[in-house]
């Protein structure tokens, strides 16, 4: 069946640093991919999404690019700050039996440091 | 626009006791769903629905009733309130099919004794 793989957290960095997420996922067909962030106390809110191989989805200074050759959706941030401190989580949504259906990974929790 | 909304922030059960959880969207979405999520697990469906009157499972609704009667509700029941069931709850609305951005609620933190 369909599955996500996220990077096990957590993740801590200093303010400044490169930032990556990993995430790879499982899926028959063509998925659409997202990543999504979660702040203290929150639900969660889209980050940024991707629909078709080689697409490259960006928000916020971050970005992730769709590559069906490897399966994966890597989040990256060229410098990161100590308010993209939270949890985050890549997704896919796929059609599976019974419609489509969004699976999420575990989840990433990431520190920046000031 | 509220988005979408939850109620109670809250709550903590009883083993055995029942309660609704309630979710409201005013966006006009078709697609709604319900999710759990636990420590170092994600977020897992427990039910999900197409539109008004029509509901399905997800991954783990074992324990849980849903019913969406209108467009803008879609509450979720704990029939006999367990302590596996201790969790953070999550409602979530899409434009259409899941292929699309899922909106979601601020979540109903219960703990159930």
């Known amino acids: 069946g369909n599955s996500v793989t996220q990077m096990e957290g957590p993740v801590t960095l200093s303010e400044e640093a490169f930032l990556t997420i990993n995430c790879t996922y499982t899926a028959t067909g063509y998925p659409s991919l997202f990543w999504y962030v979660q702040y203290p106390g929150e639900g969660l809110q889209l980050l940024l999404k991707?629909?078709?191989?080689?697409d490259k989805g960006s928000n916020k200074g971050f970005e992730a690019t769709y590559r069906k050759e490897t399966t994966s959706f890597h989040l990256e941030k060229g410098s990161g700050q100590v308010s993209d401190s939270a949890v985050y989580f890549c997704?896919?949504?796929?059609?599976?039996?019974?419609?489509?259906?969004?699976?999420f990974g575990a989840g990433t929790r990431l520190f920046v440091k000031a | 626009n509220a988005g979408v909304t939850q109620t109670p922030k809250f709550q903590v059960l009883k083993t055995g006791q029942s309660m609704t959880l309630q979710c409201a969207q005013d966006m006009n979405h078709e697609y709604m769903s319900w999710y759990r999520q636990d420590p170092g697990m994600g977020l897992r469906l427990i039910h999900y629905?197409?539109?008004?009157?029509?509901?399905d499972q997800g991954e783990v609704p074992n324990g849980y009733n849903v019913s969406r009667s209108t467009t803008e509700d879609f509450p979720l029941r704990l029939l006999s309130a367990a302590p596996s069931q201790t969790s953070v709850y999550f409602c979530?609305?899409?434009?259409?099919?899941?292929?699309?951005?899922?909106?979601f609620g601020p979540g109903t933190r219960l703990t159930v004794t």
């Open positions: 979530a609305s899409s434009y259409s099919t899941p292929v699309g951005e899922q909106y």
């Open positions: 997704a896919l949504s796929a059609r599976n039996t019974g419609g489509f259906k969004t699976i």
């Open positions: 991707a629909t078709k191989a080689d």
């Open positions: 629905s197409v539109g008004a009157g029509i509901t």
